[in-house]
């Protein structure tokens, strides 16, 4: 579906700013969650200002953690230069990287109940895994702005802008960047509250493509834990 306009919501003499809220709905989706339990979630909104830099928070950091081998949260926005930990909740080591274009970063082989961390420097999307745990993924976006916002379960999202112009982009990992590009558009801000029409989103297109681990090789069929590290205990 190819959404692209100009929108404008702006008010003479406005100073304070507005909510920007609206819905993503996901369509020719392939995943049971999103057919059956109607689950938008994990979509993400920004809103890049068209003029002059926007304003990065000073104090940056983020948490993604591992736990039940899964990464929480499995989509992650942050702005440009903040910082990733990656705390190991779990009784088993865990080993995060990254070997996508996004950003190359490989925290190594660590112990349960300690961390690591990342720095990302640049904006772009940076797809993660773990080393010994093939099913583990997530997705860290990082972005060029402080304005954007992540949908909830019913595709709902809400922010709140300073006056001025705004490149809106979407995210969602399962669509396509020329899908993403079409959905992209400008607004106008002002104070009073801003309602967009609703989004769809199609996931047409999308290929899961494998991924090997860090080494480039094939994962283990079943790690086993135990036999890895044999002093860890459950």
Known sequence: M?????????????????????????????????NKLKD????????????????????????????????????????????????????????????????????????????RSVRFARPGVVRVFCNIHP??????????????????????FEMNLPPGDYDLRVFHERATEQTLSNLSLRIVVGDEPVRLPAIAVSEAGYLLAPHKNKYDREYQTAPDDQSLYPAVKK
């Open 2 to 34: 190819i959404w692209r306009s100009l929108i404008f919501f702006s008010c003479i003499g406005c100073a304070y700013g507005a909510t920007l809220s609206g819905t993503i709905a996901l369509r020719d989706s392939r995943v049971e969650a999103v």
């Open 40 to 115: 938008y979630s994990g979509a993400i909104v920004s809103a890049e200002p068209v003029n002059g830099e926007p304003p990065l928070p000073a104090a940056r950091h983020a948490v993604m953690l591992q736990k039940n081998k899964m990464f929480t949260p499995h989509v992650l926005p942050i702005t440009t230069g903040a910082t990733v930990d990656f705390p190991n909740a779990d009784p088993i080591f865990h080993n995060a990287f990254s070997s996508y274009s996004g950003q190359i970063f490989d925290v190594g082989l660590y112990p349960p109940g300690t961390s």
């Open 135 to 156: 099913a583990m993924s997530a997705i860290i976006l990082v972005l060029n702005t402080p304005y954007f916002a992540t949908t909830a379960k019913d595709g709902s």
